[in-house]
């Protein structure tokens, strides 16, 4: 199959396709219109515009088009990646090697400035001049902005600055107007890499991975089912492509047992459903690493016990340590003012002060938590904890061993030994779950929903007191 | 010692500097000018002009509309040249109104003096790239070629090291020194040096009648003068060159029909003429007008109908052979495309729903910033009482979609750098504004209904 691309009517040029992969014979079909933009703009025996900006979406083919469009047409260009530049001599070494070999880069002094790379461009080019443009392709070009100021600006200008017929390309995720520096700069020509529409393009690229041990149409229903379940949440094609690939063999199960025919489209479904909404909470998250996963497909155990990263699900605290944490949350998310009614025995009625109207619109658990002085951290958890215990020592270390585990947090200088002052960095999901584990009497969950409660109360004053407890009550 | 090779330097190397460089051989053009070209010969031939012109930045023969600076400066750096006059003088207009353009033009004619020819020198320094006065002096140092001279002194400072390089000059038959204009691009940025060195020691040379030298500013910023520290600024002679262009919309027209016009010395007469009626007839079209009305009202400068224009010029081809309407309707959408709204549009639909719930949060709260726990708590709302289409996601995953807005900078934080506080309450601002969500809404591929009705609804 040959593909004749015409370059601005003066000459054919005819790619053999058997040498590029799929891939690229895909991309250079559908994103047709881009490549023929950007090749009209780089004509490479004319001038071109000093200096391009393409930006797109991640995995939207926006290196692919461009660096296989150089290879295709054996133009000149180096292509540096912009994350490898820790210091922008780097770049000016690959720039200078790329294009006139590495003695020329042996040229540039220790620590190169902007100023030498040009005067050393200029000789160089001087000796060569170039028949044909030369480019520069500067892939995740967002970097650059935290280099020296003044090398975005030099570069966009670079045609004019070293008299040769180069042109620069940069390539972005993120939009021009945040590269613009503050007085302005050479605007390059900005193209635009449109996202895959999910009919006509996702599903077509993603089918090219099909196994050859089984149907295109199997893999299509495959991916459909797969782009149902995660669509709606990423886009990337990188990320769908490794998630079609993880999945796979858990869909071709009910085949290979023999339980169900290719054309069973609906049984498939409804077994590798599930397995989806659970790749989603692990391994999209990255919670659970690929291995992991496969692994645990192998040894098909249908039990939800995962082994996720997140430490916090299964930390085993000590049984005080338990009750101070979920009196550093109470501690935290509760005004201070509130305490007399949760903990003491006989309380009043707590009556609605004008601060509380005032700040209705924003409760404390939209805010985050406050922080609180250890007294009252203790206070807390004397009327907490059910047994009596004394202050002793071994109680005041578990505080200091929570903040190196970093569930709860210190606030303040480390030397205020006074009375210092914590945070609690924990989330109510994982206080339900240690409470849960405690062996807690009614009143602990009673005193979690009134502080549920108060806070919804301030967010929205028609929700009735009895239907938030009852809701909170089926946690 | 300066060898007689510097005289011609400064000519050849100003002559040589913006004529074409690179680029392929030359089409060999017949002496019968009847001769015609292919058809893709001539196409080729006339994108080739066209390009050095939109996109190298050839000199023009003659600057439009600035005529008056033109006579000015060609003036005041004749008299640096010929008569031994030392001066200093800022060019100041925004971008692309024509600086070095400007300088370009005055700097050519005044090379073609006979007088300036043999004795001028011509240092540029760019603001850009010597961002240092260590640097700045090393290359004033090469561009007058005296590496050697210098050798391996060491200098107490920089004004002796100036003053010995322009000491450097005077040795030679001629008793008075050598006339120097140095040309400071980007003179803004020199003014951010460590104390303003350089700029005070080339002032301070052009004030003392030691040596004729010239100093040349072109800056971006009309309040440059604020920046110069008060001894630098009194020995500026406060002469400035504005650069602001006056053009009517219909001496804008004449610019564009003149800049896509071939010159009457191509090669094929047939070719050049045909190229130029349909030149002059695309610029009588309304729809045409209308587009370089609405270019001209958003910037007067050259340099954004030069990209306009490119763009244009780069649809021509053998099999559309030439400037159509069409061209310069596609090209206009290309530039006055909004990004933010092409980037918007390759959202998932859950961070779509984000972006919806910072809206409205922006909306209710007048632009105060918001956190994570905020615009998850709209969005559950959002789920529980009128979504059909989106189900409940977990709050890991709203997040990773959360944080996918952040990196693509839709969402920024208040005081970036500082995480004292955790991600979730980390305080945020959408970079978005209500007409632009919206919009891009409306062009969004398949977009839910209901998600559609609660963007547009009032109060979330």
């Given amino acids: ?475 | 010692m300066w060898t007689p090779e510097i005289r011609h330097v400064a000519s050849r190397k100003y002559a040589g500097q913006w004529r074409e460089i690179t680029g392929p051989a030359p089409v060999k053009m017949s002496k019968r000018r009847s001769a015609a070209l292919t058809g893709a010969q001539g196409i080729s031939l006339a994108q080739k002009l066209l390009r050095e012109r939109l996109c190298h930045q050839k000199l023009p023969d003659q600057p439009v509309g600035l005529d008056s600076q033109y006579k000015y400066l060609l003036e005041l750096l004749r008299r640096t040249a010929v008569h031994g006059e030392s001066n200093s003088v800022l060019i100041v207009g925004p971008r692309g109104s024509g600086k070095t353009m400007l300088l370009g033009c005055v700097l050519r004619e005044l090379m073609s003096l006979k007088e300036a020819q043999k004795n001028v020198l011509l240092v540029e320094l760019n603001g850009l790239l010597q961002t240092d006065d260590k640097i700045a002096l090393k290359e004033i140092t090469r561009q007058l070629h005296l590496e050697n001279v210098v050798g391996d002194k060491v200098f107490g400072s920089f004004a002796e090291n100036l003053a010995f390089l322009l000491e450097a000059l005077k040795k030679g038959d001629k008793s008075s020194s050598r006339p120097v204009l140095f040309v400071l691009d980007e003179f803004d940025l020199f003014a951010h040096h460590k104390n303003q060195t350089l700029l005070y020691n080339l002032l301070d040379v052009s004030q003392s009648a030691q040596t004729p030298v010239a100093v040349l500013g072109l800056t971006c910023r009309l309040d440059v003068l604020e920046l110069l520290e008060k001894r630098v600024k009194s020995r500026f002679s406060h002469r400035q060159i504005h650069l602001f262009s006056s053009l009517s919309f219909a001496q804008y027209l004449d610019v564009v029909r003149a800049q896509l016009s071939l010159p009457p010395d191509f090669p094929d007469p047939k070719f050049s003429d045909e190229w130029n009626h349909s030149v002059t007839k695309l610029c009588e079209d309304k729809t045409v007008e209308e587009i370089l009305r609405r270019n001209f009202n958003g910037s007067k400068d050259f340099r954004s109908l030069h990209s306009l224009l490119f763009l244009a010029v780069s649809r021509v081809s053998v099999s559309h052979s030439t400037l159509r309407e069409a061209d310069l309707i596609e090209a206009w959408r290309l530039i006055s495309v909004d990004s933010k709204a092409n980037v918007l549009h390759g959202l998932s639909i859950l961070e779509l729903c984000l972006i919806i719930a910072m809206k409205h949060l922006n909306d209710t709260y007048d632009g105060e910033p918001f956190n994570f726990q905020m615009v998850h708590n709209e969005f559950k709302k959002f789920i529980q009482r009128k979504s059909h289409s989106i189900h409940k996601f977990e709050k890991p995953v709203v997040m990773k979609a959360f944080e996918h807005l952040l990196q693509l900078e839709l969402v920024r934080p208040v005081d970036s750098g500082v995480c004292k506080v955790q991600r979730e309450y980390q305080l945020m601002r959408l970079m978005l504004e209500h007409g632009q969500v919206m919009e891009a809404l409306q062009k969004y591929p398949q977009c839910p209904t209901d998600v559609k009705q609660w963007a547009l609804s009032a109060f979330g």
Wanted: proline share 5%; hydrophobic share 40%.
């Fill in chain 1, 1 to 475: 199959m040959k593909i004749h691309i015409c370059l601005t009517g003066i000459k054919t040029i005819i790619l053999d396709c058997n040498n590029i992969s799929q891939y690229s014979v895909f991309l250079i079909n559908s994103a047709l219109m881009n490549r023929r933009d950007i090749m009209s703009a780089v004509n490479p025996d004319q001038y071109s515009y000093p200096s391009v900006f393409i930006y797109g979406h991640r995995a939207t083919g926006k290196s692919h088009v461009v660096l296989s469009i150089m290879k295709d047409l054996e133009l000149p260009h180096a292509s540096v990646d912009c994350v490898e530049c820790v210091s922008s001599g780097l770049l000016f070494h690959q720039v200078l090697s790329a294009f006139f070999g590495p003695d020329a880069a042996a040229l540039l002094p220790r620590c190169p400035s902007l100023s030498d790379f040009v005067r050393l461009y200029k000789q160089m080019s001087s000796n060569s001049p170039a028949t044909q443009t030369r480019y520069i392709i500067l892939d995740r070009a967002e970097r650059m902005r935290d280099m020296d100021f003044s090398l975005l600006p030099a570069l966009l200008r670079l045609q004019e600055l070293v008299n040769d017929n180069v042109t620069v390309i940069l390539l972005s995720e993120i939009v021009w107007e945040k590269f613009r520096p503050n007085t302005g700069c050479f605007e390059p020509l900005l193209f635009h890499f449109p996202d895959y529409s999910k009919g006509k393009s996702l599903v077509q690229i993603l089918s090219w991975d099909h196994h050859p041990s089984y149907t295109p149409e199997l893999y299509a229903s495959y991916i459909n089912i797969l782009l149902g379940v995660f669509f709606s949440v990423c886009r990337d094609l990188r990320e769908l492509r490794h998630l079609a690939v993880l999945n796979f063999s858990k869909f071709c199960e009910p085949l290979e047992k023999g339980e169900a025919k290719e054309s069973d489209i609906h049984k498939l479904w409804k077994n590798i459903e599930p397995h989806l909404q659970r790749a989603m909470q692990t391994v999209y998250l990255r919670e659970v690493s690929s291995v992991q996963w496969e692994q645990q497909q192998m040894d098909e155990k249908e039990a939800t016990t995962l082994r996720v990263l997140s430490a916090h699900a299964h930390i085993e605290l000590p049984y005080y340590s338990k009750f101070l944490l979920i009196a550093a949350y109470l501690a935290s998310f509760n005004p201070a003012r509130t305490d007399r009614r949760f903990f003491l025995k006989s309380h009043g009625k707590i009556r609605k002060t004008n601060f509380l109207k005032k700040h209705e619109k924003t409760s404390n658990h939209l805010l985050g938590p406050k922080p609180f002085p250890l007294d009252r951290l203790m206070a807390i958890f004397y009327s907490v904890v059910d047994s009596r215990v004394a202050p002793t020592a071994s109680v005041f270390s578990q505080i200091s061993s929570l903040v190196t585990l970093q569930l709860l947090s210190q606030v303040g200088h480390d030397d205020q030994l006074d009375s210092p002052k914590y945070k609690c960095s924990v989330s109510l999901d994982f206080i339900l779950a240690i409470s849960r584990c405690v062996c807690v009497c009614v009143r602990l969950l009673d005193l979690l929903a009134l502080s549920l409660v108060i806070q919804s109360q301030v967010v929205r004053q028609e929700r009735s007191l009895f239907t938030a407890v009852s809701n909170l009550h089926l946690l």
